[in-house]
């Protein structure tokens, strides 16, 4: 699933913006401003109940609340990280604390899952459920065969798949994120 539905457009508003790089190739994301903390501050409502009127077995919509609170979560904690690298090489320290507009819907979304700890991890957020097929053809059929997009015979395989959310928006981070996709996709784990 890519976006989230309406009930949801805080996260999505949030999530597109956010991204360093944005889609014209400016670097005006709000983490390239540093004000990333500030517009969740700011612009993101408690959603637990729109979260708890979900279905909880509707496992394509979970998996993406999961991905979408997840993104929210890392990038909030380690935004002054990513910022401080540039400027001094040095990492320094995250935030201490999550507001509760994310850290509340986040856990109920991995009680439902059975996921825990509850964190930004590579397998759930950022590869497996991260990711579309460009110009899918059939984009209601899920039955497909990873090997058709992940090791694709005549194509790089970012010329096939992207992903659906992202920090910075290069092509590196894309590439990064396809070989963690192909990993965990091909490895059975």
């Known amino acids: 699933m890519g976006a989230l539905p309406k009930e949801f457009s805080a996260v999505n508003d949030l999530l597109d913006n956010m991204t360093w790089f944005q889609p014209d190739g400016s670097e005006t994301g709000l983490l390239a401003k540093n004000e990333f ?4 501050d700011q612009n993101l409502p408690q959603l637990i109940d729109q979260v708890k009127k979900t279905d909880p077995n509707d ?10 609170f997840g993104y929210l979560s890392a990038a909030y904690l380690l935004e002054p990280c ?3 690298w540039r400027k001094t090489g040095n990492y320094g320290e995250g935030m201490s604390y999550l507001p509760e507009t994310i850290a509340v819907p986040f856990k109920e979304v991995a009680d439902r899952l ?7 991890e590579y397998s759930y957020c950022y590869a497996l459920g991260n990711w579309r097929i460009i110009n899918d053809p059939e984009p209601d059929n899920l039955n497909y065969s990873n090997d058709q997009f992940l090791v694709p015979p005549d194509k790089s395989v970012l010329d096939v798949i992207k992903p659906i959310r992202s920090f910075v928006g290069c ?6 994120m396809a070989v963690h996709l192909a990993i965990v996709a ?4």
């Open 171 to 176: 092509q590196d981070e894309h590439g990064f």
């Open 82 to 84: 990513h910022l401080a």
């Open 37 to 40: 903390r500030k517009a969740v």
């Open 186 to 189: 091909l490895s059975h784990t």
């Open 114 to 120: 059975k996921y825990n700890p509850l964190l930004f």
């Open 59 to 68: 496992g394509r919509l979970n998996a993406a609340l999961f991905r979408d």
